[in-house]
């Protein structure tokens, strides 16, 4: 979460945050989806690319080291990227049905923010190995320039997005605070 798993992360990766970063970090923190929900395990980058199938069935799910426990909109935005068969809120509908959870859109759109968030450190992390190592493989300067990229264009949309879908919480009372 923001609070811990985002700045622990960042730490761990030697990296200095950047104004967005932290603009973006700050507004996760100030503003935390609410569930009556338990917390479940998340992948937090679960798609095809991480499947092995052996007869048409998934025989293994690869690539733990991001996983915690967390919302399952955590795992849903990275699911729907990957299936991109309906829009998000269909996915989200869908879910919820064969689920008897409530996953609502601002929890989606939280995830959303957070996922900005993995590939920009993502991404910084890849600057730092560059500068730190003459050797660095060609592929981590691609692979900074492809994460930065993309969370500098996202970032304010994705802010804009999550304001609007917090404003349509269920959880959301009207004095504009969060229940708790």
């Known amino acids: 979460n923001a609070e811990v798993f985002l700045p622990r992360l960042i730490a761990r990766a030697g990296i200095e945050p950047t104004p967005q970063l932290l603009r973006a970090l700050r507004w996760l923190r ?3 989806t609410r569930s009556d929900e ?3 395990l998340t992948h937090n980058d679960f798609g095809f690319n991480n499947l092995l199938f052996e ?10 080291e991001c996983s915690r426990l967390g919302d399952p909109a955590d795992d849903m935005i990275w699911t729907q990227l990957s299936l991109s068969i ?3 809120p269909e996915f989200v509908e869908r879910y919820n049905r064969a689920t008897g959870r409530n996953v609502d859109m601002f ?5 959303q923010l957070q996922r900005c968030v993995l590939l920009f450190i993502g991404g910084l992390t890849a600057v730092r190995c560059i500068e730190g190592d003459e050797r660095a493989p060609l592929e981590m300067a691609a692979m900074a320039y ?8 996202d970032v304010g949309a994705v802010i804009a997005a999550a304001e609007t879908a917090r404003a349509a919480s269920p959880f959301e009372n009207k004095s504009g605070g969060v229940d708790g």
């Open 30 to 32: 100030d503003n935390p």
């Open 38 to 40: 338990p917390a479940v």
């Open 55 to 64: 007869d048409n069935r998934v025989s293994a799910v690869l690539d733990w």
């Open 86 to 88: 309906e829009t998000m």
């Open 107 to 111: 929890r989606i759109a939280y995830a």
């Open 146 to 153: 492809n994460l930065i990229a993309q969370f500098g264009s």
